[in-house]
């Protein structure tokens, strides 16, 4: 301090003052409350509303759930509990109903010996995601993932093991074929022979061999119908086959839409238009009752798998448009660096655009999967037992009749808990994938 | 000068057509255009092979013929001795009635709750939030069956509404919801009604005079008038002055409970239980979505146009209406139509509590009494397509006028 400065000063402190606390009302919960709920006229009024719809919300629903009955074999039983631990005419839920039917809700009328299967199946189904969903895993997983369609057909509808053998065998024999013919004979005519080699084995050799190999090593499991699968296994074996396979399909119905080939996009646009204008119900209904129209007399394959490939049929068309907004949003510069780059058309979209395309449309697509599960439940129309089905079908029992809102609760939960879950999911993985604030 | 060597002019080679990127797209084209015909081709032939084999024709014939059965709610004069194609129409028209219905509404919830969620108040923004939440992670069909459960098994019958000291009462003393459906008022048209009708259509007309009176004042001389406030006082007063004149043409028919003999309402207009809980479970369904939209709309108007509105003087109404609105409601307008595309699909859940809507007549019970699948289902589809691509059409139109007009 120079010598001037400190004449002029009278007085000054040495000494630090020790903080004192803030105020009463401006430190922890008062200061919360204040801020955040009677911070003026308007937010009162709003919070007092609020509370008011909780209570009226929960005054009856809460009390009503938590008096609910565990142990009951069917609701007289239930009531008689009920009145005897409350008194007559209480309103408390029969949650009993969850616990002797949970078997049913989740597995539909798969055969009780064979539960196992079902889990197993989406244990494989989730190891075999596992290295796609996370990059750094070994490489060495993915003959896994190549393995799992198959090995998930055999766990979930039983029979002998050589028949989704022998067709997975059709796909060795085309990748051989795409080998041997393309070194030769260039990229295109291997193309060709890649899908005539095994379209000819499945149609002549398929069925022969595998009948033979049974015949020889009958190893398989109980074969299960498709009729018998119901509850959330169905909702889950049909939402996730849409799921893989309607996003492949999406990827490519969304870049023929943006081809500069005339004929390629607009038969994509057409596509596209016609199956997001009509509602799925009445896709549904198209795989009910007028696919065998369609088809040679004679074959008639089964509703789940006609539910499928409806199912994906219908998303991929939701995901594609999806992915064009995130193909559309990419700066025109990337698409020219890659031409830049003398890169072929797949080189390019493979490598430059659709990593980040797709990096951009993830919410969009999570979001498209979510509606694709939910939309699971409305198999129940077409007469598939899915979990709302499967309620009724619970509900239609002497046992349980009149019983409403416990079974509705425990559906809508679990499927609350599966489709909050993949939106979370999303979330993170966009903030993971984030490479521009770095 | 110089003159550029033109490339040596070769003739057309067949080997370009495969490796020439110029020609090669043509061959792509070329083949998958071949085997789209082909599949078509395979299609449209099983279908004739099948429908020969089960003696079918494809005719829509069927559409005059009597349809014979009975439709719970029609807009239009409908009795079971009208043709499929009058049933057809009345189910059309009820699925535009729900769907209009839901939409209006689903536009106020997913308003309210997207601009309740960006409030302050923590609870209601929580409260917000799960309900969003709650609603955008279970199935619709899920919502409408339990809100149609809820309606018929925990309203009161109409019993309940007897006497002085009734168990029940109207919502107002107007709405009675019952097992049995709800009972709205509805209103009378007495003599004089057109007169008010009349009035009613000059006030409008006077109000919207007054609107552009008042913008040309403000763009010639930079005052403004007062809109608010007069345009509600040409739309109301007058309204009232000849509705007391006349004393009362209308009047309001006021659902009530019979008090003698079997309990049912009189008066007033009964609304099928299943229309009001397809109408609720799509509002609030379709609502959370569009609370989103809004949020995410309100969010991507950057805080620095709220800071340059203040700091030319603009007051709070004033950006709001003037500098964020325009600006939020170009992300927001897009994708809440298509909310409405989606619900209008949605509509054909109907099905669920047995809504007569044009998938329950002409793709229900017309189609399994004809056995005509393949013309029903046809048109059943044609008729969405069709709705779907006018709201599309409506989309296009506005994302052309808003459009950033880059130079």
Avoid at chain 1, 337 to 366: E, N, R, T
Avoid at chain 2, 289 to 313: N, P, Y
Wanted: charged residues 15%; proline residues 5%.
């Amino acid at each position: 301090m120079s010598d001037l400065h400190s004449q002029t000063v009278a007085y000054s402190r040495d000494t630090m003052l020790p903080p004192v606390p803030p105020p009463r009302r401006e430190a922890g919960a008062v200061r919360w409350l204040r801020e955040n709920l009677f911070s003026g006229p308007l937010n009162i009024i709003l919070t007092i509303l609020a509370i008011w719809v909780l209570w009226l919300a929960l005054r009856d629903v809460l009390p009503w759930a938590w008096r609910g009955i565990w142990n009951a074999g069917s609701i007289s039983e239930c009531r008689t509990i009920r009145d005897q631990l409350y008194g007559e005419g209480t309103s408390a839920a029969c949650w009993a109903v969850i616990r002797a039917r949970w078997q049913q809700l989740v597995f539909g009328f798969y055969p009780a010996s064979e539960l196992w299967r079902p889990p197993l199946a989406l244990v494989v189904f989730l190891l075999a995601v596992l290295p796609i969903l996370f990059a750094d895993l070994p490489r060495r997983l993915l003959w896994l993932t190549a393995a799992a369609p198959f090995l998930i057909v055999w766990l979930l509808w039983g029979g002998p093991i050589w028949g989704p053998v022998a067709v997975a065998l059709g796909f060795g024999l085309g990748w051989l074929a795409w080998r041997i013919v393309a070194r030769a004979g260039g990229p295109l005519l291997g193309a060709v022979a890649a899908i005539l080699v095994p379209v000819l084995y499945w149609i002549f050799v398929d069925a022969p061999l595998t009948a033979a190999l049974a015949r020889i090593l009958p190893i398989g499991l109980t074969p299960v119908r498709s009729s018998d699968f119901g509850g959330f296994t169905l909702s889950i074996v049909i939402g996730l086959s849409g799921i893989t396979l309607s996003l492949p399909l999406g990827i490519l119905l969304a870049l023929a839409r943006r081809s500069e080939m005339f004929i390629i996009s607009k038969v994509a646009v057409i596509y596209i238009e016609v199956i997001r204008g009509v509602p799925l119900i009445v896709w549904l209904l198209v795989a009910q009752v007028l696919l065998n129209y369609f088809l040679p007399s004679g074959t008639n394959f089964d509703i789940l798998l006609r539910v499928i490939i409806m199912v994906t049929l219908f998303s991929s068309a939701y995901i594609a448009e999806v992915i064009r907004g995130g193909l559309a949003a990419l700066p025109r510069g990337q698409y020219e660096a890659a031409d830049a780059l003398g890169l072929g058309y797949w080189q390019a979209m493979q490598l430059i655009v659709l990593p980040q395309a797709l990096k951009i449309s993830i919410p969009g697509i999570v979001n498209s999967f979510i509606g694709l599960f939910k939309d699971t439940t409305l198999v129940s129309i077409i007469s598939l037992f899915d979990p709302m089905r499967m309620s009724s079908t619970i509900r239609a029992t002497t046992e349980w009749g009149g019983i409403y809102w416990e079974l509705y609760i425990f559906v809508a939960a679990v499927f609350f808990v599966f489709c909050f879950a993949m939106s979370r999911y999303s979330m993170w993985l966009e903030q993971r994938l984030e490479r521009s604030h770095r | 000068m110089t003159i550029a060597a033109e490339p040596p002019r070769q003739g057309f080679r067949p080997s370009q057509l495969l490796q020439d990127s110029r020609y090669r797209g043509l061959t792509i084209q070329v083949i998958a255009l071949a085997l789209l015909l082909a599949l078509i081709a395979f299609l449209v032939r099983n279908l004739v092979v099948n429908l020969a084999a089960l003696g079918k024709d494809f005719d829509f014939g069927f559409l005059g013929n009597r349809a014979g059965y009975d439709i719970n709610q029609a807009l239009i004069p409908y009795t079971n001795n009208d043709s499929h194609a009058r049933a057809a129409l009345v189910g059309i028209l009820n699925t535009l009635l729900v769907a209009a219905l839901g939409c209006v509404t689903a536009t106020v919830v997913g308003v309210l709750a997207g601009v309740l969620r960006l409030s302050k108040n923590w609870l209601v923004g929580r409260l917000m939030t799960v309900y969003v939440e709650a609603f955008r992670n279970v199935p619709l069909l899920l919502w409408i069956v339990l809100v149609y459960a809820v309606l018929s098994e925990s309203t009161p019958a109409p019993a309940a509404f007897r006497g002085e000291d009734a168990q029940a009462s109207r919502l107002f003393g107007l709405i009675a919801f019952t097992n049995r459906g709800t009972y709205i008022p509805w209103p009378v048209w007495g003599e004089g009604a057109g007169v008010l009708g009349i009035v009613l259509l000059l006030s409008i007309a006077a109000a919207i005079g007054w609107r552009i009176y008042a913008r040309r004042r403000q763009e010639a001389t930079g005052r403004p008038l007062p809109v608010l406030w007069v345009t509600l006082a040409i739309l109301v007063l007058p309204f009232l002055v000849v509705f007391v004149l006349l004393g009362a043409p209308v009047t309001l028919d006021v659902p009530t409970v019979r008090e003698t003999g079997i309990a049912r309402f009189d008066g007033g207009v009964n609304v099928l239980n299943s229309l009001v809980a397809l109408w609720i479970a799509l509002a609030l369904y379709t609502g959370a979505f569009i609370a989103e939209i809004v949020r995410a709309g309100i969010l991507s108007v950057s805080k620095g146009q709220t800071e340059a509105a203040f700091a030319l003087g603009l007051r709070p109404g004033r950006t709001m209406r003037l500098v964020i609105l325009p600006q939020a409601l170009r992300v927001i307008v897009p994708p809440l139509i298509s909310q409405y595309l989606n619900l209008t699909k949605n509509t054909s859940l109907a099905v669920a509590v047995g809504y007569a809507d044009v998938r329950a007549t002409l793709g229900g019970v017309t189609m399994n009494q004809t056995g005509r699948e393949l013309e029903s289902i046809l048109l059943l589809g044609l008729f969405y397509l069709i709705v779907s691509l006018i709201i599309s059409g409506v989309l296009n139109v506005y994302n052309q006028r808003i459009a950033l007009k880059e130079r």
